[in-house]
């Protein structure tokens, strides 16, 4: 299951016998709540732990929310307390869609007109578009006339492209335009392929480690239930 679902409420569960240490789920959706209970410690004397939850953006790595026994009767009385070791850590592998934007760190007055954007990324026949360039930012950056403008480019280094008219392909010539100062932004804004390669997309993999403050016991019945909300509304403080 990919996270493609926008809008729409998703629930996930899963059924296991703890082993006493650390384990990592691996998740269907970007969960924005993940509810782990512990079947044993439900009817547990003082101590256990039949509860534990964790939030999205709200719960500290390796933290937790727990239902705490307080006594022998069990689900008589629990605490309420905060884990903050060896509870919830999200282990989310990089993928997705590449942006393509990068900082620009220099362009030069010359024919043709040479951007500097370390590990841009980029490759020659690529259209970007130039931005957050000229006088119009909070303090004047230099090259007005790159300012959003939309180029072809020839990479040179790893760090470094030139620029072309899109139209016509000929270099730009930034010999008389206003000299770079700082700043600026650079976002590859369609992309060029060989024939000979398949599109390839690399998915992110959603993954929640449970530490030991959470997993249970060796040999302990845990039910783990994780949600992904249609929708999450921040009211901000309503007082």
Not at 145 to 174: H, K, M, P
Request: proline share 2%; glycine share 12%.
């Amino acid at each position: 299951m990919s996270d493609l679902f926008e809008g729409q409420t998703m629930t996930e569960g899963f059924q296991l016998i703890s082993g006493g240490a650390a384990y990592t789920l691996t998740l269907g959706f970007d969960a924005d709540i993940v509810e782990v209970y512990n079947l044993t410690d439900w009817t547990a004397t003082a101590g256990g732990i039949p509860l534990s939850l964790w939030f999205k953006d709200q719960t500290t790595a390796a933290y937790s929310y727990k239902h705490q026994v307080i006594d022998s009767a069990a689900g008589a009385s629990f605490n309420f307390v905060q884990g903050t070791t060896n509870g919830f850590t999200t282990a989310n592998t990089s993928g997705g869609v590449t942006e393509y934007r990068t900082a620009i760190t220099g362009v030069t007055q010359a024919d043709p007109c040479v951007v500097t954007a370390v590990a841009h990324g980029m490759a020659t026949g690529w259209e970007v578009r130039i931005t957050d360039l000229g006088a119009e930012m909070p303090t004047a950056r230099g090259m007005d006339d790159l300012n959003n403008n939309r180029y072809s480019i020839t990479v040179l280094t790893a760090d470094t492209f030139s620029l072309q008219d899109v139209i016509t392909g000929e270099d730009i010539d930034s010999s008389a335009y206003t000299a770079y100062v700082e700043g600026g932004s650079v976002i590859g804004i369609s992309r060029t392929q060989a024939l000979s390669s398949a599109f390839e997309y690399d998915p992110i993999t959603y993954k929640m480690t449970l530490g030991t403050d959470v997993i249970g016991g060796d040999g302990d019945v845990i039910f783990v239930k994780a949600i992904k909300l249609g929708q999450v509304t921040n009211l901000g403080d309503i007082g």
